[in-house]
């Protein structure tokens, strides 16, 4: 896997987590490291449990990731893009114990790429490197314009991330299918 795809993928998956931290940084005002500290760490977490996982299954599963890949990046990015246009849920409380948990719920979908980069043989560090820088950059930033970020602007950010996924899971079936080969 090439590093433009892992990081157009870890892209699209941060897309969320970007979302999550401008809510925490509209409740929790200046507090901005916890916030970043849970979004990246929840994330890089998850998408090396993934690895861990995907790196113990078994040979005859990969012939089917490309299958399984594409319909799940498909669908991970229009989900995305379906609740981008949903009414906006309420954002998180400022507690710890409240951000904690939407971090944990935002990075969950990175244990499903954590295993398909296992299963594409794609290094883990650069992986949860990729991860881990785009997560800090994008929560930092998040939290930090929680406050003047409007609800357009969360949701064009969804938008965008759903449409990343979805298109990373066309490019693994055309390539699956042998119409591209890039």
């Known amino acids: 896997m090439h590093i433009l795809e892992q990081f157009l993928l870890v892209l699209g998956l941060a897309m969320d987590g970007f979302t999550a931290s401008v809510c925490m940084g509209m409740a929790a005002g200046r507090r901005v490291w916890p916030i970043v500290a849970l979004e990246s760490g929840c994330h890089v977490a998850m998408l090396l449990t993934g690895y861990a996982l995907g790196a113990s299954l078994p040979d005859?599963?990969?012939?089917?990731?490309?299958?399984?890949?594409?319909?799940?990046?498909?669908?991970?990015?229009a989900n995305m893009v379906r609740l981008a246009r949903a009414p906006e849920e309420a954002c998180a409380g400022s507690g710890l114990g409240s951000m904690a948990a939407l971090a944990l719920a935002t990075s969950v979908d990175a244990m499903t790429v954590g295993a398909a980069f296992a299963l594409m043989e794609a290094s883990v560090w650069v992986a949860?490197?990729?991860?881990?820088?785009?997560?800090?950059?994008?929560?930092?930033?998040?939290?930090?314009?929680?406050?003047?970020?409007g609800l357009a602007r969360r949701r064009a950010a969804r938008t965008a991330g759903g449409v990343i996924l979805c298109l990373l899971g066309l490019k693994v079936f055309l390539n699956a299918l042998g119409v591209i080969s890039f």
């Not at 599963?61 to 669908?75: F, R, S, V």
């Open 128 to 149: 949860g490197g990729l991860m881990g820088a785009v997560m800090v950059t994008l929560s930092a930033v998040g939290s930090l314009c929680g406050s003047r970020v």
């Open 60 to 77: 005859s599963l990969a012939a089917a990731y490309p299958w399984a890949a594409a319909l799940i990046l498909t669908g991970m990015g």
